[in-house]
């Protein structure tokens, strides 16, 4: 399971999330228009552009979810349709019709397919999307620019937005790392922005920000692929020094804000020379990683069940899957091993999970696995604040927060403060059940409470 990634449809069966190969585009009758389908409760409408020689282009709305417009990677090689979305990672697999009138397959995501239809829709408007009132609207009462820097280790160019208070300076200034997996700018997730409402707080308070996109998102070079939290680190090394050339800041009061696996690279960041002069992690990951997994399968489990039984069990399933994938560093020994366990279980869980298994093997859940924050905690000298939600389900807000406390008492850091924010989720939104199915049918973005103690404390950080 990826333990920082957003979910969707499932909970904890649909945590271990599909990596999928790009298949060639071949020509064939053009694609272009509208396909709607029901999965369950659920509406789909698919909006995809199939022009002759160019490139396709695919969103997806789903009403009930409030979501509206999710970009999908759209490949069509031969009959086969197959549209992808990156986050949470989930795919529909499909062939054409005779009649071209259907796209006939499936929505896979996790260790789940549904049977999913796509029919040729006539007329069918788009929908408005979901409301989200916080997202900033120009024009903006502070200075905006679109900028690149440069990775030199990596050698990639990565591309963001960089808010300038609009009064006198110097001001102190923050770099925004957003979660897992690719993500732009704004940490763009089911309609809302979250970086976008922080990124615009912050400004609006005097403090300048350079948000960005990921490693082959948006405008920026390289890709995710083989990636770690490690690399990432790289390239929060590179915004801060970016950030200090900049005329008109405080060379001095440049921090650092991670959100989840964003945190991990912040908390690296802060270890290594030249390194932020504060940070702010936002549901940051402080427990081991073998065991943060454990521990995210378990609270995503007590929202569906309270029996004992089948809490053991589905503890047992995510330690067993771990330890295999830590005892055999070979890919394919480890993917075979995995593959045998899940027959043991149940002989169509194995079918389901074979996909899965790049993912297992990959890199960055290698490293996840292996991540200790304790080591890198200690590293820590510079003010701390570390938030997290009462109802987060992915990082655990009591369990992390007190990790950080001690990794950080290790390092004699006495300038640190956490705190748990009560009924807020993953992403900071007040929440019914911190149910990760409920981030897009909420409005709220960001809770005004969570964005107030932000900006309280850095404030009260970089006073002159």
Known sequence: MHTLTRFFLGTAAAALLSITSVHAQTARPSLTGDWAGTLGPLEFTAHLTDPAGGPRTATLDIPAQHAQGLVLQFTAPADSVYLRLRQPAAQFAGRRSADGQRLEGEWQQGLRSFPLTLSRAAGTAKPTGPKRPQTPQPPFPYQSAEVTFKNEKAGITLAGTYTLPADKGPFPAVVLLTGSGPEDRNETILGHQPFAVLADYLTRHGIAVLRFDDRGVGQSGGTLAGTTSADYTTDAQAALAWLRAQPGIRKNQVGVIGHSQGG????????????????????????????????????????QTSDAAQLATTEKLQRTMTQIVQQNPDNAQARTRLLAYY????????????????????PDYRHLLADRPAQTLAKVKCPVLALGGGKDQQVPAIANLAAT?????????????????????????????????EYGTI??????????????????????
Do not use: C, Y
């Not at 932020?276 to 992690?281: C, Q, W």
């Not at 001690?406 to 924010?421: I, M, P, S, W």
């Not at 409005?443 to 006073?463: M, Q, Y």
């Open 264 to 303: 991990t690279a912040a908390i690296g960041a802060a270890g290594q020379p030249a390194g932020p002069d504060f940070l702010v992690l936002l549901a940051a990951p402080a427990l081991p990683g073998d065991e943060l997994i454990v521990q995210q399968s378990l609270a995503l489990a007590r929202l």
């Open 343 to 362: 027959n043991g279980i149940n002989p169509q869980l194995a079918a389901q999970a074979e996909p899965q298994l790049a993912m297992l093997t990959s």
């Open 443 to 464: 409005e709220e973005t960001f809770a005004p409470s969570a964005l107030a103690v932000i900006g309280d404390w850095i404030g009260l950080h970089t006073r002159k």
């Open 405 to 437: 406390t001690a990794g950080l008492k290790t390092a004699g850091n006495r300038d640190v403060t956490t705190k748990e924010l009560p009924g807020l989720n993953h992403l900071f939104q007040t929440a019914p059940t911190g149910n990760p199915a």
